[in-house]
């Protein structure tokens, strides 16, 4: 998942240009801030073992629970669902451990994950695929060229703010370019103040979890909802494996 910081290895990405639409150049690499929330030892623990439990704590206690083992897999039948989908080159937002860009990358496309994450680029990078450590509202590589831009594994939901996740993505995608993104299979629209939680605290974080950060749920009604007013064109929707997907095409 998609969303904002992580671990202390060193991620060894890529090139950027390896990955990116011909003709772009690669931005500076972004440092790791300390503190940040997805830097919080229970994420980048989680991802090392390749196992939860994991979840996004509400300041009301609620739990979202994470799919890490998922995450940490191979691409299921319902990842190949939206891969097939994707045009030209793709850029993975929130590309956590890496498994859609090695799956990508196996069906012929150039494709390049970004992640705030310093452990899951650099499990990325493990899996031979190419990822920069970066937040998708920093400068990117080939902004207006990319033919297919994910949203997978909750990440509509980076920075809680839709509408400006949809605008950034919209200066991504070259023109009648896809977004490709998973929504919430219930009918939900929710932004909140979360944070990453390992299920041993109480109603707050312990020490290593990380500080608070906006997060928001969509389901397909919301998302649309959303997309409309802004321009953007349904190209699909479909559910597979228990999950709701959306095609857009850029306004």
């Known amino acids: 998942m998609t969303a904002t910081t992580r671990a202390t290895p060193p991620h060894q990405a890529a090139p950027a240009d390896a990955a990116a639409p011909a003709g772009t150049a690669a931005a500076p690499?972004?440092?790791?801030a300390p503190g940040t929330p997805w830097g919080a030892d229970p994420y980048a623990d989680a991802l090392?073992?390749?196992?939860?439990?994991?979840?996004?704590?509400?300041?009301?206690?609620?739990?979202?629970?994470?799919e890490v083992e998922r995450w940490c897999a191979?691409?299921?039948?319902?990842?190949?669902?939206?891969l097939r989908r994707c045009e030209g080159a793709v850029l993975d937002v929130g590309c956590g451990p890496?498994?859609?860009v090695a799956a990508l990358s196996s069906l012929g496309h150039r494709v390049l994950g970004i992640d705030v994450s310093p452990e899951a680029v650099a499990r990325t990078v493990g899996l031979g695929g190419t990822a920069l450590h970066r937040s998708v509202f920093e400068p990117l590589p080939g902004e207006g060229r990319w033919g297919s831009v994910l949203l997978?594994?909750?990440?509509?939901?980076i920075g809680g703010a839709p509408e400006a996740l949809l605008e950034r993505c919209?200066?991504?995608?070259?023109?009648?370019?896809?977004?490709?993104?998973?929504?919430?299979?219930?009918?939900?629209?929710?932004?909140?103040?979360?944070?990453?939680?390992?299920g041993r605290s109480a109603h707050h974080a312990h020490?290593?979890?990380g500080r608070p950060f906006p997060w928001a749920r969509l389901g397909t009604a919301a998302l649309l909802r959303y997309a409309a007013p802004a321009g953007w064109t349904t190209a699909g929707q479909w559910?597979?494996?228990?999950?709701?997907f959306v095609a857009l095409r850029r306004p």
Do not use: C, H, Y
Request: glycine content about 12%; proline content about 6%.
């Open 48 to 66: 090392r073992s390749g196992r939860g439990p994991l979840f996004l704590r509400r300041s009301d206690g609620w739990l979202l629970p994470l």
């Open 207 to 209: 020490p290593g979890s």
């Open 29 to 32: 690499e972004k440092k790791d």
């Open 152 to 157: 997978m594994d909750g990440n509509l939901g």
């Open 98 to 100: 890496g498994r859609l």
């Open 239 to 244: 559910a597979s494996g228990g999950r709701s």
């Open 74 to 82: 191979s691409a299921d039948s319902a990842d190949m669902s939206v």
């Open 170 to 198: 919209a200066r991504l995608l070259a023109p009648d370019g896809l977004l490709l993104a998973e929504t919430s299979p219930l009918d939900v629209d929710e932004r909140a103040q979360v944070r990453i939680d390992d």
